[in-house]
C-alpha cells in the first residue's frame, strides 16, 4: 500500500469510535483467542500500576507527618506548615480521585504499549481483532522487531506529551472560581484523546506512521478517538474498556480500512 498522507485519512464521528469501543467487550467475551491477551495485560499492568499509585500515596502520607513535625513547633512558620498539612490532607483524596479518573485511563493504554512484554500482547490483540473483522491482515510496514522498537518509542514521546500537556492544563487550577471546570473539561479531552490514540496506533503504525505523522492523523479523527477513549472514564465499565482497548482500536480500524484502501488506490 503507498504511504498516504494523514491529511487524507477519512474522517470520522464520535459515534463510530464509541460504538466500536462497546463493541469490543463483547467481541472479546466470544474469542477465547484474546481471553488469554487480556488476563496477562491485566495482571502485569494492574500491578505495575497498583505500585505506582502505593509509592506516590506513600510518599504523601511522609509528606503529611513532616508538614505536622514541623506544624508542632511555635511560632509563624510553625501555623503555616500545620494549615498547609490540614489543606492538603483534605485535598489529598481529592487528588487522588482526580487521578483515578483522569490521569489513570489515558496512562494505562500507553503504559500497555510502553512495557514491551504488554506491548507484544496489545499488538497481538490488535492483529487478531483486525483480521478477524476486516477478513485481511494488519498492513505492516517493517518487520515485528522494528514495529514494536517504533512502537515503545512512540509510546515514550506520547507520554512525555501528555505530561507536558497535563501539567499546563492542572495549573488553570490557580484561575479563580472558572479555572477548575476548564481545567477538568480540558483534561478529560486530553485524557479522552490519549486514550484512543493508543488504542488505534498498531494501525497507524501499519500504515508507515511515525509519531508526528500519528499526531496528523489523531487531529484528522480525534472525534472518533474521543469515542473510542469514552469508555475508559466511565465507572466499572473503564476496567472492561482499559483492557479490551486495543480490540476496539482494531474494529475501528477495520471500518476505517476500507475507505482507506480505496485512497491507496487512486493515488
Not at 28 to 55: D, E, F, H, K, Q
Not at 65 to 93: P, R, T, Y
Not at 112 to 130: D, G, R, S
Amino acid at each position: 500500500m503507498p504511504y498516504i498522507p494523514p491529511s487524507s485519512l477519512p474522517k470520522s464521528h464520535v459515534e463510530d469510535g464509541l460504538r466500536c469501543a462497546l463493541r469490543s467487550v463483547f467481541f472479546t467475551l466470544r474469542t477465547p483467542s484474546l481471553l488469554g491477551y487480556v488476563l496477562l495485560a491485566l495482571v502485569i499492568n494492574g500491578l505495575l500500576l497498583g505500585a505506582l499509585v502505593w509509592w506516590g500515596w506513600s510518599y504523601n502520607g511522609e509528606f503529611v507527618q513532616w508538614l505536622q513535625s514541623v506544624g508542632a513547633g511555635k511560632g509563624f512558620w510553625a501555623g503555616v506548615a500545620q494549615m498547609i498539612a490540614n489543606f492538603w490532607s483534605l485535598i489529598s483524596i481529592g487528588l487522588l480521585v482526580v487521578v483515578m479518573l483522569f490521569v489513570v485511563p489515558p496512562l494505562f493504554p500507553i503504559l500497555l504499549n510502553l512495557n514491551p512484554i504488554t506491548a507484544i500482547l496489545a499488538m497481538k490483540m490488535f492483529e487478531v481483532t483486525f483480521e478477524k473483522a476486516a477478513g485481511i491482515k494488519l498492513p505492516q510496514e517493517k518487520s515485528f522487531l522494528t514495529s514494536l522498537l517504533l512502537s515503545l518509542w512512540t509510546e515514550l514521546l506520547k507520554i512525555l506529551q501528555f505530561a507536558f500537556w497535563a501539567c499546563l492544563l492542572l495549573a488553570l487550577n490557580l484561575i479563580p472560581a472558572v479555572g477548575s471546570v476548564l481545567s477538568g473539561l480540558l483534561m478529560l479531552i486530553l485524557g479522552l484523546q490519549f486514550a484512543g490514540w493508543s488504542y488505534i496506533t498498531p494501525y497507524y503504525e501499519g500504515l508507515g506512521y511515525g509519531f508526528l505523522s500519528q499526531r496528523r492523523a489523531m487531529r484528522q479523527q480525534r472525534f472518533a478517538l474521543w469515542g473510542l477513549g469514552a469508555l475508559s472514564f466511565v465507572p466499572v465499565l473503564n476496567v472492561l474498556a482499559i483492557l479490551t482497548g486495543p480490540v476496539g482500536g482494531a474494529l475501528l480500524a477495520a471500518e476505517l480500512h476500507p475507505a482507506i484502501h480505496s485512497i491507496a488506490d487512486d493515488m
